[in-house]
């Protein structure tokens, strides 16, 4: 079986930082990449890449809607981490950007948060045009109920000195990531989640 970029990166990024981690075979039914052991515990990895060049003009103006590139990543790895997620699993997808060679156009931060829990959204009083808070709105992919069987999605990324991963963790999970034995190599962002009443 041919390894794509991303497997490629992840599978050196485990071995740099001395990770316990295997490729899980592909079979009949739907399975995530890999699993790697966080302490006692294993957890599923699925590799997506982001190939789309919808927005993107490297030699000109790009234009993008925030998320979209995390979202279809998102709904394409379900079946994968909902088949680990039902087996006591905790599970990541990782996303890598093969489009932009520096990796942001579709994967900055706010891509991730936007397409995990909604577009940024204000109310605005129509009379006194008063603002209230910032919550998520529509275009969650993770919510109370939906897709629960991500614990995290997160960035694999190139770098000077090999690959980096940062995971967002789902605030809905119904497995979370173990806190306690996550590798200090992997950043974990924990995101309050403030959705419309």
């Not at 966080?38 to 789309?52: H, L, N, P, W, Y």
């Not at 279809?72 to 093969?98: D, F």
Request: glycine residues 8%; neutral net charge.
């Amino acid at each position: 079986m041919n390894k794509t970029e991303s497997e490629d990166l992840f599978e050196t990024f485990c071995r740099e930082h001395e990770l316990d981690w295997r490729r899980i075979p592909e079979g009949a039914c739907k399975t995530p990449d890999y699993s790697v052991n966080f302490g006692s515990v294993a957890v599923a990895v699925e590799i997506k890449q982001i190939e789309s060049l919808r927005g993107f003009n490297p030699s000109g103006v790009s234009s993008r809607t925030v998320g979209w590139h995390v979202r279809q990543q998102i709904s394409e790895a379900r079946a994968q981490l909902q088949a680990a997620a039902r087996k006591g699993m905790p599970t990541i997808l990782l996303i890598y950007n093969t489009v932009d060679p520096f990796q942001l156009f579709g994967t900055e931060p706010h891509d991730f948060l936007h397409a995990m829990y909604g577009e940024l959204t204000l109310h605005i009083d129509a009379t006194s045009l008063e603002a209230g808070e910032p919550f998520h709105g529509r275009n969650a992919k993770l919510r109370k109920g939906v897709n629960t069987s991500f614990s995290g999605v997160g960035h694999l990324q190139k770098t000077k000195g090999g690959a980096a991963v940062t995971v967002y963790k789902n605030a809905f999970a119904s497995r979370p990531l173990p806190d306690a034995t996550v590798p200090s190599c992997i950043q974990v962002i924990n995101v309050q989640v403030e959705h419309a009443a």
